[in-house]
Nanobody
Framework: QVQVVESGGGLVQAGGSLRLSCAAS???????????MGWYRQAPGKQRELVAT???????TYADSVKGRFTISRDNAKNTVYLQMNNLKPDDTARFYC??????????WGKGTLVTVSS
């Protein structure tokens, strides 16, 4: 059973930074091979939206709203993905969810970590 666990959320003032981490475990000995990992977020009353993704080959995708402020990186050997968030804004307040996906886009999701940005 693949498990995905996020960490690093918290309360920060506008303009501040946070670094989220996400580790996927349980892939050894399973047929699930991680191809991409990434982050989505869901603010209160809104739909879940893409934040950033990264594939095995290093190709990254970012939402327009976070380009230039957020950076996604990955340690393939550790099945871990990071999200460095700089210049945070109150609009970034949301629960951030991490996923680990295979080549066919089957995904395992974490339970999320809460990021609150105060003005």
């Amino acid at each position: 059973q693949v498990q995905v666990v996020e960490s690093g959320g918290g309360l920060v003032q506008a303009g501040g930074s946070l670094r989220l981490s996400c580790a996927a475990s349980g892939t050894s000995g399973s047929t699930f091979s991680i191809y991409s990992m990434g982050w989505y977020r869901q603010a209160p009353g809104k739909q879940r939206e893409l934040v950033a993704t990264i594939k095995n080959d290093g190709i990254r995708t970012y939402a327009d709203s976070v380009k230039g402020r957020f950076t996604i990186s990955r340690d393939n050997a550790k099945n871990t993905v990071y999200l460095q968030m700089n210049n945070l804004k109150p609009d970034d307040t949301a629960r951030f969810y991490c996923y680990a996906g295979n080549y066919y886009d089957m995904r395992y999701w974490g339970k999320g970590t809460l990021v609150t940005v105060s003005s």
